[in-house]
T-cell receptor
Framework: GEDVEQSLFLSVREGDSSVINCTYT??????LYWYKQEPGAGLQLLTY?????DMKQDQRLTVLLNKKDKHLSLRIADTQTGDSAIYFC???????????FGQGTELSVKP | DTGVSQNPRHKITKRGQNVTFRCDPI?????LYWYRQTLGQGPEFLTY????????KSRLLSDRFSAERPKGSFSTLEIQRTEQGDSAMYLC?????????????FGPGTRLLVL
């Protein structure tokens, strides 16, 4: 089946690290994505990871993938107030390439 | 490259009216996707095109919804006899390539309110 789950809210202090978690059910997913959505805006692709990788780092972003547990996380180092947004985890369904999104995690960064 | 554009950005309509939205993908992107996003939820897949061919439609896409991409460039999404439950943000994304080379770029969306 197709299902992606995320916790709904996360609040951190500026300068701390943020960790946003996601679980998925489709074991055949080949790519997993993190998108960011700011109020009134479309989705911005942050990063993605291929299912044969355990970790991917891109500047302040670190993605960890535990394929056995179907668990994905996004770590944002040195979180800034500009990082406040909703973060969506998505898995790419093998057939056709559509994305299955989680319900989003609202990240609030307090100064 | 100007990115994916969608028009209109906002639409208010009365129940029972028809509405049409337009999406202009990034040029040379051969795949185009439509998603719907309701408040507090992630986007849900509706349908997608490869060039002008509509290859998949979600069960969410009732008979009142129709999408076209006549020349393999821009796409339109029409909703006939709108219902209040159709109120949502309609997102369009385009991509090129397949597998790991495919990245979907999203437009700003069209927000529909059905009164």
């Amino acid at each position: 089946g197709e299902d992606v789950e995320q916790s709904l809210f996360l609040s951190v202090r500026e300068g701390d690290s943020s960790v946003i978690n996601c679980t998925y059910t489709d074991s055949s997913s080949t790519y997993l994505y993190w998108y960011k959505q700011e109020p009134g805006a479309g989705l911005q692709l942050l990063t993605y990871i291929f299912s044969n990788m355990d970790m991917k780092q891109d500047q302040r972003l670190t993605v960890l993938l535990n394929k056995k547990d179907k668990h994905l996380s996004l770590r944002i180092a040195d979180t800034q107030t500009g990082d406040s947004a909703i973060y969506f985890c998505a898995e790419r369904y093998n057939q056709g390439g559509k994305l299955i999104f989680g319900q989003g995690t609202e990240l609030s960064v307090k100064p | 490259d100007t990115g994916v554009s969608q028009n209109p950005r906002h639409k208010i309509t009365k129940r029972g009216q028809n509405v049409t939205f337009r999406c202009d993908p990034i040029s040379e992107h051969n795949r185009l996707y439509w998603y719907r996003q309701t408040l507090g939820q992630g986007p849900e897949f509706l349908t997608y095109f490869q060039n002008e061919a509509q290859l998949e439609k979600s069960r969410l896409l009732s008979d009142r919804f129709s999408a076209e991409r006549p020349k393999g460039s821009f796409s339109t999404l029409e909703i006939q006899r709108t219902e209040q439950g159709d109120s949502a943000m309609y997102l369009c994304a385009s991509s090129v390539g397949t597998g790991g080379q495919e990245t979907q770029y999203f437009g700003p969306g069209t927000r529909l309110l059905v009164l």
